[in-house]
């Protein structure tokens, strides 16, 4: 039985979270990890209920603050869970903010034009793609992999450039390098969170492995992941034989 069957509701696991994670992640980051492993154990309607108590009481320049990091988590959790769960968790959002708005009797005006389509936004317009969001990418990728990256890239056989091409241009170049609202560990702390989801050892190694190399120490990785394990058998599912970050085969 899980968490959620016991009835523990999405508020007492949030504080449940921030108990167990160590007090560097206890402030706002806590909510990256419950709103990407929501998503990535299929429970992306969970987001509209998370952002109604993250925003509870809260100024406007913070409700926005926090609308941009959550918009970040599902830009970058999308590379690593895939399109549906994000565009419901998003759906999700969407509702809640509308919800949230008409209670003080605001009007959310829309842009989306009679064909569906909207302009986009002014940041992600004239992207270097030739140069420097790949570099950005690569950069990252060499920072949390170093000397392991050769050893997966040459497991990938004769689809290798295809796919080095798609990790170092659009998965690392585009998103999970993008530091601009949330800084390179919040980026891991969804990359691992996202990951350990899906329960795959090896990736789940390379993930713990990268939050160390970003500075995080084993006991405080250690408690990251409870707190992932928290959330995920309170969305229904198994944490059984799941690697830990004492696992990790490599010097850091």
Not at 5 to 31: G, H, M, T
Not at 68 to 96: C, F, H, N, Q
Request: overall charge negative; charged content about 30%.
């Amino acid at each position: 039985m899980s968490n959620n069957d016991a009835n523990e509701s999405l508020k007492d696991l949030c504080a449940r979270v921030k108990s167990i994670l160590p007090e560097q992640f206890r402030d706002d980051a806590w909510y990256l990890i419950v709103a990407s492993v929501l998503v990535g154990c299929g429970k992306p309607s969970e987001l509209g209920e998370l952002y109604t108590l993250l925003v509870e009481g809260v100024s406007d320049a913070e409700e926005k603050r926090i609308k941009d990091r959550l918009s970040d988590v599902l830009m970058k959790e999308w590379t690593l869970v895939g399109i549906p769960l994000v565009v419901y968790a998003v759906s999700a959002l969407g509702k809640a903010e509308q919800a949230r708005l008409e209670k003080r009797g605001v009007k959310l005006e829309s842009e989306v034009s009679e064909d569906g389509l909207l302009p986009f936004p002014e940041k992600r317009k004239n992207l270097d793609l030739d140069k420097a969001i790949p570099d950005r990418g690569t950069k990252f990728l060499q920072r949390l992999y170093r000397e392991n990256l050769a050893p997966i890239s040459a497991s990938w056989g004769s689809y290798a450039n295809d796919f080095m091409w798609m990790e170092r241009a659009v998965i690392y170049g585009l998103f999970l390098s993008d530091h601009e609202v949330l800084s390179a560990v919040e980026a891991e702390l969804v990359i691992l969170s996202s990951i350990m989801t899906q329960g795959l050892a090896a990736p789940i190694i390379w993930h713990l492995r990268g939050l160390r190399r970003l500075g995080v120490s084993e006991e405080d990785t250690e408690l990251v992941q409870q707190a992932v394990e928290a959330v995920t058998v309170w969305s229904g599912r198994s944490v059984d034989g799941w690697p830990r970050v004492k696992d990790v085969p490599d010097d850091i």
